[in-house]
């Protein structure tokens, strides 16, 4: 059975920080990119971050780069998420997802964590 689970949301004030992790298993971690994703309420789901099996490959979505860090330790089953001056309109629930292969900025990939509640106040 497959798992992702995430870690590290909840609410902090505009400017500042939060790492999200999400532990993977069930699955052969090192042979899956990860990614990030992000929904605000009454959004549709936004891309924000994707690296590949050893971490080799990283994209971003133009409106985080340069404040998100994507990394993951392929020792501990983990993908993170640094996120750093963060802003009201980034509230939303990040979920991260495992793909078989490379990277993608799109919403195909096979697995899904459950979702993590970030909320960023003003």
């Known amino acids: 059975q497959v798992q992702l689970v995430e870690a590290g949301g909840g609410l902090v004030q505009a400017g500042g920080s939060l790492r999200l992790s999400c532990a993977v298993s069930g699955l052969t971690f090192g042979s899956y990119a990860m990614g990030w994703f992000r929904q605000a309420p009454g959004k549709e789901r936004e891309f924000v971050a994707t690296?590949?099996?050893?971490?080799?490959?990283?994209y971003y979505a133009d409106s985080v780069k340069g404040r998100f860090t994507i990394s993951r330790d392929n020792a501990k089953n983990t993908v993170f998420l640094q996120m750093n001056s963060l802003k009201p309109e980034e509230t939303a629930v990040y979920y991260c997802?495992?793909?078989?292969?490379?990277?993608?900025?799109?919403?195909?990939?096979?697995?899904w964590g459950q979702g993590n509640q970030v909320t960023v106040s003003s």
């Open positions: 690296i590949s099996k050893f971490g080799g490959t990283i």
């Open positions: 997802a495992a793909r078989a292969g490379g990277t993608a900025t799109n919403g195909q990939y096979m697995y």
